[in-house]
């Protein structure tokens, strides 16, 4: 038998890493929800949207980091570039004759001196676009959430963004509040958003002739909206949830880039106005969606229901399944059915003869249509709980209103379906 | 994704304790036995109140089966299967298996390397069942390159196992139980207590009637002569190649493997039995000086730990 003294350096490590074992496991017992990991999750993605016949491109690369600072606080970072280019519907029609527009960085319509004039010439029969449309957006979102209790969350973030024509801020609130054993989530937030529009060669004076190419200083908007919402726990492997949102936006709506062709009786074109939005919009949707776990499989199912001020009402169905194929591989289709009605001062054209309206507008996206997409994407597990992922989807979006009854336009599209093919490259990590 | 998560509560399976007996014993003591983790285990109370060793006998057992059922190797729904299946992926741990793992690095360490959790794909090819079957060198050599707790990736609450290789808790998982089993007893109990997972133990006291008397079995002694032992707290534990041996032409060779070349460590002590501050700290004490082979004794000296080594 042996008593020795003074202890080894190894003896006295093994003592310091046996008590470090007994004394972490002790902890980790005694907090088991603790004894998760705290991981920064790092997502990378780049999306390239392009839409046929020349139209606007999109390559925009986002990235996104969450940490988690353990008790469930939570910081979210993204941070999104964007490139667009392409050409971009004007909203005059296409016309039997060639019709000539200028680009909106013009500060005239006809050169002369101390003033900028970029023309551009549309053949007869083409959709007017303008093909010289190039924009890069910056933005930037933070959000930061955390318990308060046992029972509560809350959650604010803000955003920033901003284009050569564009500046926009925004902030949020959010609380949450589980109960009935955390199989119920109530949810409630507000959020305001302040925007600046400063268009290329100056903001239109909203319904004026074209042909007087007025233009004034920078204009502004800002929005107002709030959200409710309940989210439940079905089944074990169902969860249902249900959003109410509301929103408010007052001042400068109208698109500073947009124009309306105005035709005489024969459907000849005469002129254009730019066009003229009302300076508040109201909207409201009502959003529900079912995740279902099939086994591996999840389905992922909502419907939106929209509705708004200015007459636009819309009906959204999308669907994913993601397939576990094994090996850390799965599949993911989707398709998503889109409708809405048009905007009640949404008009192809305006007539020469008869009363101006107070409001126009020939902005596509402000008319009746029906857009699907389809859509697959492959995942393949990474090293550190990653995921890689390819999406490829398909967009068609087919105008109700799409011909004239005018002798001048018989046989034209007046508004073109419109296709887009979208690629998003993913790349999940965590640490 | 595919990197498993396992372990971190939640998916805890009903509660199945092995059944345990209580015997009374002279001198105000009261013992619990059960079996768990292959061994016979006994809890020691300084009590007169059988319900209280009733009580304690369910903690200790309850804990011993927790604790088995998690790390055990041969349980496919164990955190230790779960890391060996990943084939390559990360698999995030809770705390206390980060704990161990943490441990298992730091005398991983501490041994240059000697030690390592990634040793047990060499029972692949050795089998020691008393015989003179060796494996062939080339079958051991082909073996070497998926050993090394060096090549484990093993960073905050993930732990990344190259492909082809394994992990087990052998020389830890039964030395922390006893701890583990003794720190609930004296969070619960107020006398002085006694684990014993077949012979590796820790006190948190001495009774009331002096030290815990303890006969310690030493494996590979042919006169199975126990050691008879005085312990008032703290813990002691014994690294011995029991009948694990194979024998050719001459030369013994023991169960304890050397890692650097995946043969039996030459020279290896029958039995070292060390007393130290927590069983885990005596149980790896004595693994370090088997895993000296004919330096054991004066490892053991350089230390300063209690031992007793028998060749």
């Known amino acids: 038998m042996q008593l020795k003294r003074p202890r080894s350096p190894l003896h006295l490590g093994l003592m310091a890493a046996s008590c470090a074992l007994l004394s972490d496991s002790a902890r980790a017992q005694a907090a088991p929800d603790d004894a998760a990991e705290k991981p920064l999750q790092i997502d990378t993605d780049l999306l390239y949207y392009k839409e046929n016949a020349g139209r606007v491109q999109t390559i925009e690369p986002v990235v996104s980091l969450k940490k988690d600072f353990g008790d469930q606080r939570l910081l979210d970072g993204t941070l999104t570039l964007d490139t667009l280019s392409g050409a971009t519907p004007n909203g005059a029609i296409p016309s039997r004759k060639p019709q000539t527009f200028a ?67 925004a902030v949020h609130v959010g609380l949450s509040h589980d109960f009935n054993e955390k199989n119920t989530t109530l949810s409630a937030g507000i959020n305001e958003e302040y925007d600046r529009i400063h268009a290329h060669g100056g903001n239109p004076v909203a319904g004026s002739d074209y042909a007087l190419y007025e233009k004034e200083p920078s204009q502004t908007k800002n929005l107002a909206g709030g959200l409710i919402g309940v989210t439940q726990v079905m089944r074990r492997n169902w969860l249902t949830e249900l ?57 992922d199912l909502s419907y939106r229901r929209g509705k708004d001020s200015w007459g636009i009402g819309s009906d959204t169905v999308d669907a994913k399944l993601r397939i576990d194929l094994g090996s850390g591989m799965s599949l993911e289709p989707h398709a998503r059915w889109y409708h809405q009605s048009a905007a009640d001062f949404y008009n192809l054209y305006l007539s020469e003869t008869g009363p101006a309206p107070t409001y126009m507008s020939a902005d596509p996206r402000l008319a009746a249509f029906a857009a699907t997409t389809f859509g697959l994407k492959f995942g393949i597990a990474t090293r550190r709980n990653g995921e890689l992922s390819l999406r490829l989807e398909q967009y068609q979006q087919r105008p109700s209103d799409q011909a004239s009854s005018l002798a001048e336009l018989q046989g034209l599209d007046l508004n073109p379906n419109l296709k887009a093919t979208i690629v998003q490259l993913s790349w999940h990590l965590e640490y | 994704m595919s990197a498993a998560r396992a372990g971190a509560g939640g998916a805890t399976p009903p509660p199945h304790a092995p059944e345990f007996e209580v015997v009374p014993r002279e001198g105000g003591i009261v013992a619990v036995r059960f079996v768990a983790m292959a061994s016979p285990c006994e809890l020691l109370l300084e009590t007169a109140e059988t319900h209280t060793a009733h009580e304690m006998g369910r903690v200790a057992a309850q804990e011993a089966w927790r604790i088995e059922s998690k790390y055990s190797r041969y349980r496919p729904g164990s955190i230790v299967s779960v890391i060996n299946r990943s084939q390559g992926h990360a698999v995030v741990v809770d705390g206390e298996t980060a704990a161990l793992l943490d441990y298992a690095a730091q005398c991983h360490l501490l041994s240059d390397g000697r030690f390592d959790i990634t040793s047990g794909v060499l029972r692949r090819c050795w089998r020691f069942d008393g015989s003179d079957r060796l494996p062939e060198p080339g079958a051991v050599a082909a073996l070497l390159p998926l ?37 609930l007893i004296a969070a619960r109990f107020a006398g002085a207590a006694l684990v014993n997972f077949g012979g590796d133990l820790a006190a948190n006291r001495a009774p009331g009637t002096g030290p815990w008397q303890v006969g310690v079995e030493r494996p590979g002694t042919e ?32 169960h304890i493997l050397d890692v650097r070349t995946g043969w039996p460590v030459p020279q290896v002590p029958r039995s070292v039995t060390v007393a130290a501050t927590s069983c885990v700290e005596a149980g790896m004490c004595a693994t370090f000086a088997m895993l000296q082979g004919i330096g054991a004794e004066a490892f053991l000296e350089e230390q300063g730990f209690r031992y007793w080594c028998l060749r």
């Open chain 1, 103 to 169: 680009s909106p960085s013009s500060t005239s319509l006809t050169p002369k001196p101390g003033y900028k004039t970029t023309l551009y010439t549309i053949a007869p029969g083409d959709l007017p676009q303008d093909p010289h449309f190039k924009e890069r957006r910056v933005a930037g979102d933070l959000d930061w959430s955390q318990p308060i209790g046992l029972d509560n969350t809350v959650s604010y973030g803000g955003h920033a963004s901003t284009e050569h024509d564009f500046d926009s801020v």
């Open chain 1, 243 to 299: 959003n109410y949102t509301f929103d408010h936006s007052q001042g400068y709506l109208t698109d500073p880039y947009r124009i309306i062709s105005v035709l005489d009786d024969t459907g000849a074109v005469t002129g254009y106005r730019y066009e003229n939005r009302p300076d508040t919009r109201t909207r409201q949707s009502l959003y529900w969606v079912n995740k279902v776990a099939l086994g591996p499989t999840v389905l």
């Open chain 2, 147 to 183: 050993i090394g707790f060096e090549k484990v990736q093993w960073r905050a609450s993930r732990i990344t196992v190259p492909a082809g290789m394994e992990i087990d808790f052998g020389g830890i998982g039964k030395e922390y139980a006893v701890d583990r089993v003794l720190c």
């Open chain 2, 223 to 254: 006169r199975e002569a126990r050691l008879l032992l005085e312990l008032s707290r703290g813990g002691l534990a014994t690294s011995g190649d029991t009948h694990r041996f194979l024998l050719r032409d001459g030369v013994r060779y023991g």
